[in-house]
Each structure stands twice: as structure tokens, then as C-alpha cells.
Nanobody, 121 residues
Framework: QVQLVESGGGLVQAGGSLRLSCAASGIFFTINRMGWYRQAPGKQRELVGA???????EYADSVKGRFTISRDSAKNTVYLQMNSLKPEDTNVYYCHAVFILSAGRGPNGYWGQGTQVTVSL
């Protein structure tokens, strides 16, 4: 079984910064795409940013220029550097990763437990 453990959430004032981390553990062959999503109460989960195994990135329009996603493949960890935070960034942030559990098998997606980010005025 694989596991994704997030850390780095918390309370920050508007204009501040936070860095989220998500570490993958368990038994698997490789990790393909890794990403961060967020979900506010009563709303659908939305993509914040994602990064492929070769480093290609994509971002939601609302965070472009403020958030940066990166990964350390040796540590099986993905990061989300969040700068110039706004109150509307307040959400639960979820890590997602697509694993290949063993050679020749198809991809399987897993979610982390979520970490709260709160941005105050």
C-alpha cells in the first residue's frame, strides 16, 4: 500500500507565504504525475498545480505567478510554494499522485489526507 503524507499548512496573513510538502511512501515501481488540489466547503475539488515525472508543470489561472510546484524524485516528495497568499486561497489542500505500483501495471491515483491553509486579512 502507498501513502501520501502532507505537511506545511497553517494560518498566514494575506501577502504571506507557505510551503506545502507531500511525501510518498510504501511499495511502488514509480510515480508519474503529482499534484495539489484544493476544495472549499460545498465546492468541487479543483486543480492548483501539477508536475509530471519529467518536470512539466501546469497551474490554475488563479495561482499563476504566485504558486510554484516542484518535486524531488529522490525523496518521492512534491512541494507547493505559495507566495502572495490571498484570503480566497483559504482551503483544504490535497496532494494527489499517480503511481505505477509494479512494472507492467496501469496507473493508480492516490490522495493525501489534506492540510488546511487559512489566509487572514
Amino acid at each position: 500500500q502507498v501513502q501520501l503524507v502532507e505537511s506545511g499548512g497553517g494560518l498566514v496573513q494575506a501577502g504571506g507565504s507557505l510551503r506545502l510538502s507531500c511525501a510518498a511512501s510504501g511499495i511502488f515501481f514509480t510515480i508519474n504525475r503529482m499534484g495539489w488540489y484544493r476544495q472549499a466547503p460545498g465546492k468541487q475539488r479543483e486543480l492548483v498545480g501539477a508536475i509530471s515525472s519529467v518536470g512539466s508543470t501546469e497551474y490554475a489561472d488563479s495561482v499563476k505567478g504566485r504558486f510554484t510546484i516542484s518535486r524531488d524524485s529522490a525523496k518521492n516528495t512534491v512541494y507547493l510554494q505559495m507566495n502572495s497568499l490571498k484570503p480566497e486561497d483559504t482551503n483544504v489542500y490535497y496532494c494527489h499522485a499517480v503511481f505505477i505500483l509494479s512494472a507492467g501495471r496501469g496507473p493508480n491515483g492516490y490522495w493525501g489526507q489534506g492540510t488546511q491553509v487559512t489566509v487572514s486579512l
